[in-house]
């Protein structure tokens, strides 16, 4: 993984790599710490749907995350740090839109 981006008291924006492959999810109960339960195995497979199995895709040109957080002054920095690079983890690695492709 690499990043870079630039914040001020409002906002902070910029561009993340993730490069992955094979990434699924299980979700576990947290009570139980089970994942065989139906409605974890119903969560996993949603989850699953969402998520981009690997970036870049076979033939396809790396996905790059977009970092676009509304910064909250109130908490600190490295909250404000961590929530951000979470936006360009989940742009990159969710079928969405928010993301660019790269020239491999």
């Not at 870049?56 to 977009?66: A, K, L």
């Amino acid at each position: 993984m690499s990043f870079s981006f630039s914040a001020n008291n409002a906002k902070a924006s910029g561009n993340l790599n993730l490069l992955y492959k094979g990434l699924k999810f299980d979700l576990m109960d947290k009570q139980t710490g089970e994942t065989t339960a139906l409605k974890e195995q119903v969560k996993s497979l949603i989850a699953n749907i969402i998520v981009i199995e690997s970036n870049p895709m076979p033939d396809e040109e790396v996905r790059q995350g977009i970092i676009d957080y509304k910064r909250d002054p109130e908490r600190y920095i490295f909250g404000n740090f961590f929530r951000a690079l979470l936006t360009g983890i989940k742009s990159t690695v969710t079928k969405t839109n928010s993301s660019k492709k790269l020239k491999k």
